[in-house]
């Protein structure tokens, strides 16, 4: 969610979500908050593979309910050349793990470790396998990229961002 259009929280919205009508333009309100956030975004993603990002993305998205993310993210993968069945599995993925590479299960698998937290750790296991797979350089920024995207899931879903209105190529997270 990153550099969303601040009309998002707007009125002019609530017509996409009748539901749940948006509660505040927070970008507007804390706009210090939501620079850094962009910031914050920006210096996370360095290092971090595209595919696995917008997986990572999308997955966290999907585990929190936060629809606008999940919109947002599913678009940007789709219009970088991700196909709509690794999409569409991403949330049955342990069932259809032949879709993805072991990299990407391992992300996906340290995802929704860092995302659910259930236990309230991370499993040593998941870690493990997460750290075989990527160098200690791809691993923190790859964490520092699940962070950042829980964070912008909590923005999301709290301020009720409505999706449906994102085109790719928007300032995206």
């Known amino acids: ?75 940007d993968a789709l219009a970088a050349g991700e196909s709509v069945e690794r999409i569409i599995q ?13 990299r990407e299960i391992a992300a996906i698998e340290l995802t929704e470790a860092i995302t659910v937290l259930t236990d309230g750790f991370v499993p040593d296991a998941v870690y493990e396998k997460a750290a075989k797979q990527f160098t200690e350089p791809e691993l923190a920024a790859l964490i520092a990229s699940i962070t950042v995207i829980n964070a912008w899931n909590r923005f999301g879903v709290t301020a009720r961002m409505a999706p449906g209105h994102y085109t790719p190529g928007q300032h995206a997270h």
């Open 1 to 75: 969610m990153s550099t969303e259009s601040t009309e998002t929280t707007t009125g002019a919205n609530s017509a996409k979500n009748p539901e749940h009508p948006p509660r505040l333009p927070w970008t507007q309100l804390v706009p210090e908050v939501y620079k850094a956030m962009v910031k914050l975004d920006a210096a996370a993603r360095q290092g971090v593979d595209p595919v696995i990002l917008e997986l990572v993305k999308v997955r966290a998205s999907q585990l929190n309910h936060c629809a606008f993310c999940l919109d947002m993210h599913s678009k």
């Open 90 to 102: 991403l949330s049955a993925w342990e069932e259809s793990q032949h879709f993805y590479t072991a």
